[in-house]
């Protein structure tokens, strides 16, 4: 399967909004609505932000959102706080498979 | 609350077999979902290794699946990971995952770092 596109950076000020996409194919991104993102901090796992393109898992706040058009996926964080400065992956269930994003560094500067 | 914890080896020699263990409290993994594992190599990004069911039903990322064997033990709540033949490019942090729908994960373990070195 074939990684997504992200960009490797991205930044804004506190207070701010940044979105962030998340490039596939028909065969993963476009195919399905099975997209989810991720935030990790430094030495940290992972952590679930999205799932299904644009639902939150329970104490994600509301800054986080989520939506596709076609073969992209974006993650949008709005009011950027100081915590928000981490990694940030997307991933989308690919027909038997998963395919993940190459992360994109967000810098609260 | 579901917890996971990986276990094993911290260095493996090249050639040789890399074998963890995920433990799984608060869940039982004969209660559905997939279950399945994930490596960031040090400074890189994640990538996707495989899942499996408690039937042992499998999925497997099909650049590793020649190398890579998963398997499930319902009676310790655990399910494991093999990886043969391991070179450098196999050093990483590895995660194991539960999925939430469609073998994406929600629930991952804290990482365990295997270095593959003589």
């Known amino acids: 399967q074939s990684a997504l596109t992200q960009p490797p950076s991205a930044s804004g000020s506190p207070g701010q909004s940044v979105t962030i996409s998340c490039t596939g194919t028909?065969?993963?991104?476009?195919?399905?609505?099975?997209v989810s993102w991720y935030q990790q901090h430094p030495g940290k796992a992972p952590t679930l932000m999205i799932y299904?393109?644009?639902k939150r898992p329970s104490g994600v706040p509301d800054r986080f959102s989520g939506s596709k058009s076609g073969n992209t996926a974006s993650l949008t964080v709005s009011g950027l706080q100081t915590e928000d400065d981490a990694d940030y992956y997307c991933?989308?269930?690919?027909?038997?498979?998963?395919?993940f994003g190459g992360g994109t560094k967000l810098t609260v500067l | 609350q579901v917890q996971l914890q990986e276990s094993g080896p911290g260095l493996v020699k090249p050639s040789e077999t890399l074998s963890l263990t995920c433990t799984v409290s608060?869940?039982?993994?004969?209660?559905?979902?997939?279950w399945g594992w994930i490596r960031q190599p040090p400074g890189k990004g994640l990538q996707w290794i495989g899942n499996?069911?408690?039937?042992?039903?499998?999925f497997y990322n099909p650049s590793l699946k020649s190398r890579v064997t998963l398997s499930v033990d319902t009676s310790k709540n655990q399910f494991s990971l093999t990886v043969r033949s391991v070179t450098a490019a196999d050093t990483a942090v590895y995660y194991c995952?539960?999925?939430?729908?469609?073998?994406?994960?929600?629930?991952w373990g804290q990482g365990t770092l295997v270095t593959v070195s003589s």
């Open positions: 991933s989308s269930y690919a027909g038997g498979s998963v395919a």
């Open positions: 299904e393109v644009a």
């Open positions: 028909s065969s993963d991104v476009g195919g399905y609505n099975y």
């Open positions: 499996i069911y408690h039937s042992g039903s499998t």
């Open positions: 995952v539960r999925d939430h729908q469609q073998l994406l994960p929600d629930y």
């Open positions: 608060g869940y039982s993994i004969s209660s559905g979902h997939y």
